[in-house]
């Protein structure tokens, strides 16, 4: 089956820095791939659409300038937290989407990433 | 605008009890999809149904059924004989029939913690 890969699966950094997520569909090519964020025992939020080749579309609310996506290839995005505070703490979660016939099939989502900003 | 509504927070109910789950969504769009996705503790999203909006038939898969009337936006999930390994957060979502780099983005409800104890 269709398997997504995250990495790292928790990190911890201090306040300021900046962190990097990478999502992988490892066994299909995903033009389009979706990162959620997941406060404690709260539902998941869409932040972003991540387009192959184009700029991601971002979710009412988020700082585009705060949260980078880059999809540069048909298997990887990457989040990138940039100056990270503590309130930026939470599940991060990507998905992707594997086509057929130009049909969006199903998303398949990676495991989640911990962040915690100290 | 899109909107799920799981309007039970928490569920508990003691092993080999039925349980459901419920759904309400709001959608202007003829064609769409619904899912259930089941999130344990270690957080990750396991996929459980996808239903698109044309097929109402009720779909059974073991110990899992669901019940999907339009007429009243509703897409109900039963677990029947629960076990202890059903405690989870679950999740219904939804999703359009999109093209280009705005299809299958998922609207997620808030969730449901079901807690079966032995």
């Known amino acids: 089956g269709a398997v997504v890969s995250q990495h790292p699966s928790r990190v911890i950094c201090k306040s300021g820095t900046s962190v990097k997520i990478e999502c992988r569909s490892l066994?299909?090519?995903?033009?389009?791939m979706f990162w959620y964020r997941q406060f404690p025992k709260q539902s998941l939020m869409l932040m972003a659409t991540s387009n192959e080749g184009s700029k991601a579309t971002y979710e009412q609310g988020v700082e585009k300038d705060k949260f980078l996506i880059n999809h540069a290839s048909l298997t990887l995005s990457t989040l990138t937290v940039t100056s990270a505070h503590p309130e930026d703490s939470s599940f991060y979660i990507c998905s992707a989407n594997r086509e057929l016939a130009g049909i969006q099939e199903t998303q398949y989502f990676g495991p989640g990433t911990r962040l915690l900003v100290l | 605008a899109q909107k799920v509504t799981q309007a039970q927070t928490e569920i508990s109910v003691v092993e080999k009890e039925d349980v459901t789950l419920d759904c309400v969504y709001e959608t202007r769009d003829t064609t769409y999809y619904l899912f259930w996705y089941k999130q344990p503790p270690s957080g990750e999203l396991v996929f459980l149904i996808r239903?698109?909006?044309?097929?109402?038939q009720n779909e059974i898969s073991g110990r899992y059924s669901w019940n999907f009337q339009k007429s009243t936006s509703s897409f109900n999930f039963t677990i029947t004989a629960s076990q202890v390994v059903d405690s989870a957060v679950y999740f219904c979502?939804?999703?359009?029939?999109?093209?280009?780099?705005?299809?299958?983005?998922?609207?997620f409800g808030q969730g449901t913690e079901l807690s079966v104890k032995p």
């Open positions: 066994d299909f090519q995903a033009t389009t």
């Open positions: 979502a939804l999703s359009e029939e999109g093209f280009g780099n705005q299809g299958g983005k998922l609207i």
């Open positions: 239903r698109n909006s044309f097929d109402e």
